[in-house]
């Protein structure tokens, strides 16, 4: 089986966190839960600091400071309904594999809000992958019942994996 997720560590803090295989974990539960194949799909991750996420954040969002995670989905499957499911996605590609999207994680700034929130860093950067993954799968969290159906797969996603309610 190949990986779901391609990494590109930039910041080496991310090897004493595991970052790899917490990525792939949390994607790989994020697309089972979903009932969602795994193979023939990817995603790619970059591993940056805080300098990196806010040059990526100024850029794509026209917010020059650093944000945890940020993702760039490779398809618009967002609902037109506020809490409806997004739209399907496309059958991966079987010679080539289809790309998700891409995600960018910062480690600075979640090294400061697992301290903050007093969580182990493993969940909180795990919760955020899932987080990710879902933007990427056409989920948001702007609209009140996109954000309700959002935080609750999140909240279910993670618990079975053994990870607290990160919004508790």
Not at 13 to 39: C, H, I, M, Y
Not at 43 to 65: M, S, Y
Not at 74 to 94: M, N, Q, R, S, W
Not at 148 to 157: A, D, K, P, S, W
């Amino acid at each position: 089986m190949t990986r779901l997720t391609d990494i590109m560590i930039e910041d080496a803090r991310w090897q004493s966190v595991g970052l790899e295989p917490l990525a792939e974990n949390a994607a790989v539960n994020t697309l089972k839960f979903l009932d969602l194949p795994v193979e023939g799909y990817e995603i790619a991750v970059l591993a940056c600091d805080d300098a990196r996420i806010a040059d990526l954040n100024a850029e794509f969002r026209e917010k020059p400071t650093p944000t945890n995670v940020l993702s760039w989905p490779a398809y618009d499957l967002a609902p037109e309904v506020d809490g409806d499911v997004p739209d399907p996605l496309p059958p991966p590609d079987p010679m080539m594999g289809e790309s998700l999207g891409d995600i960018a994680i910062a480690y600075d700034t979640c090294l400061r809000e697992a301290r903050i929130g007093d969580k182990p860093l493993a969940d909180h950067v795990t919760h955020l992958v899932v987080h990710a993954v879902l933007h990427l799968l056409g989920y948001d969290h702007l609209r009140d019942r996109d954000a309700t159906l959002m935080e609750g797969l999140e909240t279910r996603i993670l618990g079975k994996m053994g990870i607290a309610d990160p919004y508790m």
